[in-house]
C-alpha cells in the first residue's frame, strides 16, 4: 500500500506513464524526482531543528537545517543531468559547474521570489529542489484559512499551480493547491484566480475525452488558464501527478492563447 504522500504521487505517477506513453519521460523523470524529494524530507524530517518552528524564513540562512539542504544540492543536481530531458540536463550541468555561492543565490532567489512564477530552466531546478523544504516549513506553521478568499497562498503567497474539486453536498467544492509548499486552501468555483472576474460565460471549461477528470479553466478577460483535478470523477487521481500528466491540455490551451496560472514541476 502507497502511504506516505510522497509514495501515493509516485505510485500514481507509474500508472499514469503505463496509461498515457506520451508523458513516459516526463513521468519517468518525475519518478526520479519524487524519490529524490522523498528523501530529502524524511532528511529534514530526522534533522533536529533547534529553531522554534512557527517562523518564516525570508532567506534560507534564516534555518538551521539549511546546510544539510545545501550539501543535497549537487546530489539533485546529479540526478538531474542523469535522469532529465536534455534541456533540464544541460542546465543542471551548468549549474553544477557554477561556484556554490551561485547555487546559493539560485536557490535563495527561488525562496524569496515568490511574486514571479519561476521561468528559466534554472529556476525550475530551484524550484523542484526547494520544493520538499517548503513543504516542510509550512508543515510547522499553523495556516488561518477561515476566511480566508484570496487566490494567493495563504502561507507563501505564490499563485496556485492547479485546481482540485471534491465532493461536497450535490456538487464540488473547489480549492486551490501551491505548488511550492503544497498548501491547499478553499477557493470559490465560478471566479478567475488571477483576475477576478466572476461572469460565467467570461469562464469556459474545457476537457478532453483523454483526461475526463481534468477541466482547464480559462478566463476570456485575462486570459489565463488553470487544471482543476475533479476528484469527484476519479478518486483515484493524485492532483500534482495527474497535472503533470495532463500535458496535452497545456498545449492546446497555450496554441489557443492562453497562459497558465503558474507552471508546474517541469515548466509547463
Ligand atoms: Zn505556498
Ligand atoms: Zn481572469
Known amino acids: 500500500m502507497a502511504n506516505t504522500p510522497w509514495q501515493q504521487r509516485i505510485r500514481r505517477a507509474e500508472q499514469l506513464a503505463e496509461q498515457h506513453p506520451f508523458t513516459a519521460e516526463i513521468l519517468g523523470f518525475y519518478l526520479h524526482v519524487g524519490g ?3 528523501k530529502l524530507s524524511q532528511q529534514l524530517q530526522s534533522v533536529s531543528i533547534s529553531a522554534p518552528a512557527g517562523q518564516t524564513p525570508d532567506l534560507l540562512s534564516d534555518q538551521p537545517e539549511f546546510p544539510e539542504l545545501l550539501n543535497s544540492f549537487p ?4 540526478l538531474v543531468e542523469e535522469k532529465a530531458p536534455v534541456r533540464f540536463a544541460q542546465t543542471a550541468r551548468q549549474v553544477h559547474n ?10 535563495n532567489h527561488c525562496w524569496s521570489a515568490n511574486e514571479r512564477p519561476p521561468a528559466a530552466p534554472r529556476d525550475f531546478l530551484a524550484f523542484a529542489f526547494l520544493q520538499p523544504y517548503a513543504e516542510f ?3 510547522r506553521v499553523p495556516l488561518h484559512l477561515e476566511g480566508y478568499t484570496h487566490s494567493l497562498c495563504p502561507f ?10 471534491r465532493q461536497q453536498g450535490d456538487g464540488g467544492r473547489r480549492s486551490l493547491l501551491c505548488g511550492f509548499c503544497l498548501a491547499e486552501w478553499e477557493f470559490r468555483r465560478i471566479v478567475c484566480p488571477a483576475c477576478g472576474e466572476e461572469n460565467n460565460a467570461k469562464l469556459p471549461v474545457y476537457t478532453a475525452e483523454s483526461f475526463p ?4 479553466e480559462c ?9 482543476s483535478i475533479d476528484l469527484t470523477k476519479n478518486g483515484l487521481a493524485v492532483p500534482l501527478v495527474d497535472e503533470l500528466a495532463s500535458l496535452p491540455l497545456d498545449l492546446w490551451a497555450q496554441e489557443h492563447g492562453y497562459e497558465k496560472l503558474h507552471p508546474n514541476l517541469f515548466g509547463m
Open 36 to 38: 529524490f524529494q522523498q
Open 75 to 78: 546530489q539533485f543536481l546529479s
Open 98 to 107: 557554477s561556484a556554490a555561492a551561485d547555487w546559493f543565490e539560485l536557490l
Open 137 to 139: 516549513v509550512r508543515s
Open 156 to 165: 507563501c503567497n505564490r499563485k496556485p499551480v492547479l485546481g482540485i474539486l
Open 213 to 216: 477528470h481534468i477541466r482547464v
Open 219 to 227: 478566463c476570456d478577460v485575462c486570459h489565463t488558464y488553470i487544471k
